[in-house]
Every structure is written in structure tokens, then in C-alpha cells.
């Protein structure tokens, strides 16, 4: 079921005074260890990856469940993406569409 996957990152830190690029880091990893499940929406600006440290997002920001039943999470902000992190999900290699008319169109055509 997509709602028992596990996503690649399992916990963010949660501190309020720490900034990106500015303090240590040293600092962040003494702060609280959050799961998406332990996130509150008072949290928000306030989570960073555990890897690199970059500021984080959690999506959907105020429901456990997208509507197709996967899991909330955490994500890497894209303002970040030029800084390297073994937990950040790259974008799907493939077929993308942009319409579910392509899709269908698609799938008729094989």
C-alpha cells in the first residue's frame, strides 16, 4: 500500500533560533528530532535535513494522507536544490505528462 512506504527522510531537526549558513551545526544536531507525524504547523520554517542541513517543508503541510494515500513527509525546498544531499529524491527519468488527456492518449496508443 503507498501509504507504508518509507520516505528517505525518516526525521528533521526542529529549532527555532538555528540558520542556514549561519550557525553551526554542531548546534542543529543537539535540537529536537521531529517525524513527519510529530510536526505541527508552528514548526514550519523551523525544520532542517539531518544530511545537509538545508531548511525543510513538509507536505501536505496539514493532513497525514494526500488524497491518493500516501504518507505525509518531509522535502527538500527548491530555493536549496543546488546543494548536494543523499536524501533529496531526484525527479523521475520517464515519460511525464501534463494532462490526464495525454495520459489517456498514451495508454490507447500503447
Known sequence: MAGDKQHRIAFAYCNRSW???K???DELEK???VTPAEYRKEMKGDVFCPECTTPLSRTPEDKEFFTNSRTAHFRH???YKHVF???RV???TGLQY???EEVTRAVQNE
Do not use: I, M, N, V
Request: glycine share 4%; charged share 30%.
Open 19 to 21: 540558520k542556514y549558513g
Open 23 to 25: 550557525s553551526p551545526r
Open 31 to 33: 535540537s529536537e528530532q
Open 77 to 79: 525546498q527548491k530555493a
Open 85 to 87: 544531499c543523499s536524501l
Open 90 to 92: 531526484s525527479k523521475a
Open 98 to 100: 501534463q494532462t490526464e
